[in-house]
């Protein structure tokens, strides 16, 4: 069964610096990628997703993530936050386009300090 | 533009009471639509999915069912509510673009 792994709990970061958020997957073929952002008391909106193609991939809000085959890792990075990024994100994998069943991590809780 | 509804945004239910939580799909047809519960900390959990009218898939086992009466209408029930049913509930649907649009969500406490 795929899994999704989200290690660290909670990072807090100073606004303006830089921010990797990390997820791994388990699943026997390349699946489909996801990150999506949840502010406090709200749905989720997705950030960036991954099906194919280039590894690097550009989402909404100044963020990116990339996809490292070798490695099982779908990390999330921002070069500089700012104190409206705090919130909690979430990585999930799929395994059928179109018509997938999402598996979430358990989600990352970002704090900025200023 | 396809949007999703879900309502109601917060619900304080007693233990035993029923339960109904509604989520509509606007601009799209034939959605596969989803339930999720979250709870503290522990991530997402996926309830029930659908792809089409009458057609409902389980996840988990639990006090709680799903019914699609309507091709773009997913309802969240139970009989009777558990303590444990706290959370905060998610709908979502996916237009096979990938990835899903969440509703707003509904936070429930079972007190």
């Known amino acids: 069964a795929q899994s999704v792994t989200q290690p660290d709990i909670h990072i807090t970061v100073s606004e303006g610096a830089s921010l990797e958020l990390r997820c791994n997957y388990s699943y026997g073929a390349t699946p489909y990628l996801f990150w999506y952002v949840q502010s406090p008391g709200q749905g989720l909106q997705l950030l960036l997703k991954y099906f194919s193609g280039d590894t690097l991939v550009q989402g909404i809000k100044g963020f990116e993530a990339e996809f490292k085959r070798s490695q099982s890792s779908f990390n999330l990075r921002k070069p500089s936050v700012h104190w409206s990024d705090a919130a909690e994100y979430f990585c999930a994998v799929g395994f059928t386009f179109g018509n997938e069943k999402l598996t979430f991590g358990t989600g990352t809780r970002l704090t900025i300090i200023p | 533009s396809q949007t999703i509804h879900q309502w109601p945004a917060t619900l304080v239910q007693p233990v035993g009471s029923p339960l109904s939580l509604e989520c509509t799909v606007e601009?799209?047809?034939?959605?596969?639509l989803y339930w999720y519960r979250q709870a503290a900390g522990r991530g997402l959990q996926l309830l029930f999915y659908s792809i089409g009218i009458d057609q409902i898939s389980s996840e988990v086992p639990q006090n709680l069912s799903a019914s699609r009466p309507q091709d773009r209408q997913f309802i969240l029930s139970s009989k009777k509510l558990l303590l444990s049913d706290s959370g905060f509930y998610l709908c979502?649907?996916?237009?096979?673009?990938?990835?899903?649009?969440f509703g707003s969500g509904t936070r429930l406490t079972v007190v």
């Open positions: 601009g799209t047809s034939n959605p596969n």
């Open positions: 979502a649907w996916n237009g096979g673009r990938g990835g899903y649009t």
